[in-house]
């Protein structure tokens, strides 16, 4: 057995890296504990977030941005201020060897002796210009001893409260003296193997760097570090999941399976087969499946899932859909009564033989309708049942449950998932769908328990979708987007309009299922300079004044959909919809997957800067899913960077896209290109991963410093391959009580927990 050590333990007479700062630099670790830095150990991985050469040159400044400098007084003066002369202040000239650089300090600039001419210090604030020459106002700054050796890199940190980059940086160094010789806990094999230094050269490296190619050196270790616990903490976690004993789902011949391929008025594309393959064989396997699918909208996953289900209840088993949202499951279960035909239809005059029976069991049913699910769910006598929330209250009982399909996973906690699994007397297979393509990188890390299986083939016969970013202010391209949507319905065609939010007006009176919050409800780059942002228009004001106020859309049958509609109310509006009674569906993203309307051909949606890319590129795919061609308007309240002669930007063009604010090139991104997984890449890019085990969102302290998703995909699976080694060959890592310690550390309970969102 492993005895219980930590990773940080060292000799009592040492420093190690839990050593509490308080013991070693005193009053300044009151005020770092407030960016949770408690010992040594968080200090170090408190890395600089960029480095200061000696020499600056013009091209690095840039009016308003705050600047780190190196320079040497040239003059200081001391001088009265101009209406006050009872006060003073310090206005001083610094040079760095190409350009000079004013300085006033109005007040507590401190004695003048400090920046006497001749003197060397680092000078950090926001950089301006006056009267045509470049300053700073009221700079911190720090006197550099004669002896420092000014051709060294000097590491920048973000300060915390009081504390400034300098003064942290002077902790670093006591912290490096004091600690000495770090415990590494990667095994020496895999340094060798990889060419990565140990971790006490590595922290150095990125503290006391003394070259870039030092810097690069030093977080190159430290990114794979984090890599590497990560891939770890999965690992391990497939390789238990491994272990469990579950239920083979091999199918029968003759079958529901067969019955369903042969009633398909379609062939399945190549990669629906592949991917069928593969499933059906984890089947039918003795261990519980584990399984992302993932693929671009409109690629078929329902009836790769549909199949996987049908093969579990040939085997004499259960397979229960967990839906995100009422509308959705009762998508669902309309789309696979209607692929299924009589196979849905068991014991029901018209049936098939061998047919089973499809449920839907929701919040909002009937006490009758609730009862009947409820019995032929745990009467084996539904094959397929079809649910959101409601599957997994206690009252649910399932006969067989064999396969837990999980769709739209993100929209789970933890517990849900694990409610429904439980529901089943062994570990039941799990498919998890997702309509928004995960880049490799992202798939790695946060899904790395769990298998892929991609679909990238779109079925034939989809009709493609040309998209066109619209700037609301010009009224004439307005009037057009409106007239396109009045000609599709005019030859017999549907359209969506979608809004960012509802309205005040429907807090009261509806039931409380929520609409999913937009995901760039904010614009993460914007700055406090920036003009306000427009108010979204809601989607109680579209609908009014689409009906009362847009001339091409006079005489249409324009309709509502939102996520606080009493449940009937939504059940009514979608059937209209896709009874082709509505001309116009006015909506929210709760329309954003599964909806399958073939007529519905154009979409606008409104303030489409309020989305990501990848929810509008998800929103997009409900047009276009017939015989027709789709076109999606993206409005947006923010005004371009126009080019010569007020040019609109174009998508096609780089440089067009680059001037263009972060949320135009969102919107041009999505018209530009019709790839989810491209996309998902661009997405991923400009948006940035966050914090990937969630510390970001919760306000703790960052664990993922240096590693970046954009960047690292390659590092990301030299790690997932090295963990894959040190888990086969040793699941609890007992060979290596360092590593095995280092993860419990770096992984709390919360931290566990969100990995398991797979």
Request: glycine share 8%.
């Amino acid at each position: 057995m492993t005895p219980e050590i930590s990773w940080t333990d060292r000799p009592p007479e040492s420093t190690g890296l839990g050593t509490p700062l308080a013991r070693l630099i005193g009053k300044t670790a009151t005020v770092l504990e407030h960016a949770g830095l408690r010992t040594a150990g968080d200090l170090l991985r408190w890395f600089p977030r960029d480095y200061l050469e000696p020499r600056l040159t013009t091209r690095r400044l840039v009016e308003g941005q705050h600047l780190v400098i190196v320079g040497e007084v040239v003059r200081a003066t001391v001088q009265p201020i101009r209406g006050n002369p009872r006060k003073k202040m310090l206005r001083a000239t610094i040079t760095d060897g190409t350009t000079q650089i004013d300085l006033t300090f109005f007040s507590h600039w401190g004695p003048a002796k400090d920046l006497a001419p001749g003197v060397r210090a680092v000078f950090s604030g926001k950089a301006g210009t006056f009267n045509g020459r470049w300053q700073l106002a009221h700079p911190d700054y720090q006197v550099i001893q004669e002896t420092a050796d000014l051709r060294e890199l000097l590491p920048i940190y973000r300060a915390v409260d009081k504390v400034t980059s300098w003064r942290i940086g002077s902790a670093m160094d006591i912290m490096l003296d004091a600690v000495g010789e770090v415990p590494d806990p990667v095994p020496p094999e895999l340094l060798a193997r990889r060419d990565l230094v140990d971790l006490t050269t590595a922290l150095r490296l990125v503290h006391q760097p003394r070259s870039w190619a030092e810097v690069e050196t030093g977080r190159k270790r430290l990114r794979y570090d984090e890599a590497l616990v990560l891939q770890t903490a999965l690992v391990q976690r497939r390789a238990a999941a491994a272990r469990d004993d579950g239920t083979a789902r091999p199918g029968r011949p003759g079958g529901l399976l067969e019955a369903f391929d042969a009633s398909l008025p379609f062939e399945l594309t190549d990669g629906q087969r592949a991917v069928g393959e593969e499933l059906a064989h984890e089947l039918a396997g003795t261990h519980p499946m584990h399984v992302l699918l993932q693929g671009d909208v409109g690629s078929g996953k329902t009836v790769v899932a549909l199949r996987a289900m049908l093969q579990v209840v040939d085997s004499g088993g259960q397979a229960a859909l967990l839906a995100p949202t009422e509308v959705l499951a009762a998508q669902h279960e309309r789309s696979v009564r209607a692929l299924l035909g009589p196979l849905a239809e068991g014991g029901l005059l018209g049936g098939a033989d061998d047919a089973t029976r499809v449920v839907l069991l929701t919040g909002s049913m009937s006490t009758d309708a609730r009862r009947r699910a409820l019995s032929e769910a745990a009467s084996g006598q539904a094959g397929i049942v079809i649910g959101t929330h409601a599957l997994i209250q206690d009252t649910v009982q399932l006969a067989d449950l064999g396969l837990v399909v999980v769709d739209e996973q993100h929209r789970f906690g933890v517990e849900q998932r694990d409610a429904l699994r439980a529901k089943a007397a062994r570990p039941p297979h799990v498919l998890v769908m997702t309509a928004t393509p995960i880049p490799r990188s992202v798939a790695m890390t946060v899904f790395g328990d769990m298998e892929t299986a991609m679909l990238r083939e779109l079925p034939a016969g989809r009709s493609p979708i040309a998209t066109h970013v619209v700037p609301q202010a010009q009224d004439a391209w307005m009037a057009r987007v409106w007239q396109v949507v009045a000609d599709q319905v005019a030859a017999g065609r549907q359209a969506y309009v979608v809004c960012s939010r509802i309205g005040e007006d429907a807090e009261a009176g509806f039931v409380d299922e929520v609409d999913p919050t937009p995901v760039d409800d904010l614009d993460p780059s914007a700055t406090p300079d920036a003009p306000p942002r427009p108010d979204p228009i809601s989607l109680l004001a579209a609908h009014e004044r689409l009906r009362t106020a847009t001339p091409q859309l006079a005489g249409l049958r324009i309709d509502l959909l939102h996520g606080r509609m009493l449940p009937a109310d939504k059940d009514l509006a979608m059937s209209r919809f896709a009874a082709g009674e509505t001309d116009v569906l006015v909506a929210t993203t709760v329309i954003e997957v599964g909806v399958d309307i073939p007529n519905a051909t154009v979409m606008v949606i409104l303030d489409a800067d309020r989305f990501g890319i990848s929810q509008l590129h998800q929103l997009r795919g409900r047009v276009g899913r017939g015989q027709h061609p789709g076109t999606c308007f993206l409005v947006t309240q923010v005004e371009p960077v126009r080019g010569q002669g007020g040019a609109m930007p174009d998508p096609a063009i780089p440089e067009s896209v680059a001037a263009q604010p972060p949320s135009w090139q969102r919107l041009l991104a999505v018209a530009g290109s019709t790839d989810g997984f491209a996309l998902a890449e661009a997405d991923l890019e400009l948006r940035g991963e966050g914090d990937v085990l969630g510390a970001a969102q919760s306000g703790r302290r960052r664990r993922i410093r240096l590693l970046r998703l954009t960047r690292d995909a390659d590092l990301i699976a030299t790690a997932r391959d090295d963990a894959q080694g040190l888990v086969a060959d040793d699941p609890d890592l007992e060979a290596h009580p360092l590593m095995a310690a280092w993860l419990r550390e770096t992984l709390d309970d919360e931290s566990a927990a969100y990995l398991e969102r797979g």
